[in-house]
């Protein structure tokens, strides 16, 4: 039953560090989606009615929130261009 164990805990293993990649290429793919979205205009306060020192202190979290949503519904593919750039990285050494 030991080797069970022994096994069952060195396959595991490999999959958190699997997970660990993709979200940190989630988490720069996410980031990189929140500057395209600023450098578009999402987020700009409007000049007539817009939300005044509010708004503006606060935009920034729903653009981030915005682009991790982008990334769950599958992004741009920038997350799994890195993940397997990364992947590859690890296997090389």
Request: glycine fraction near 12%.
């Given at each position: 039953?030991?080797?069970?164990?022994?096994?069952?805990?060195?396959?595991?293993?490999?999959?958190?560090?699997?997970?660990?990649?993709?979200?940190?290429?989630?988490?720069?793919?996410?980031?990189?989606?929140?500057?395209?979205?600023?450098?578009?205009?999402?987020?700009?306060?409007?000049?007539?009615f817009?939300?005044?020192?509010?708004?503006?202190q606060?935009?920034?979290?729903?653009?981030?929130?915005q682009?991790?949503?982008?990334?769950?519904?599958?992004?741009?593919?920038?997350?799994?261009?890195?993940?397997?750039?990364?992947?590859?990285?690890?296997?090389?050494?």
């Amino acid at each position: 039953m030991e080797m069970q164990l022994i096994g069952a805990a060195s396959v595991a293993q490999p999959q958190s560090k699997d997970a660990a990649l993709r979200g940190a290429a989630q988490k720069l793919e996410a980031t990189f989606l929140a500057e395209m979205l600023k450098a578009a205009g999402l987020g700009e306060s409007r000049s007539g009615f817009g939300g005044g020192t509010g708004e503006d202190q606060f935009t920034s979290f729903l653009v981030q929130a915005q682009a991790e949503e982008m990334v769950e519904a599958g992004g741009i593919g920038l997350a799994e261009a890195l993940f397997d750039a990364l992947k590859e990285r690890e296997n090389d050494r």
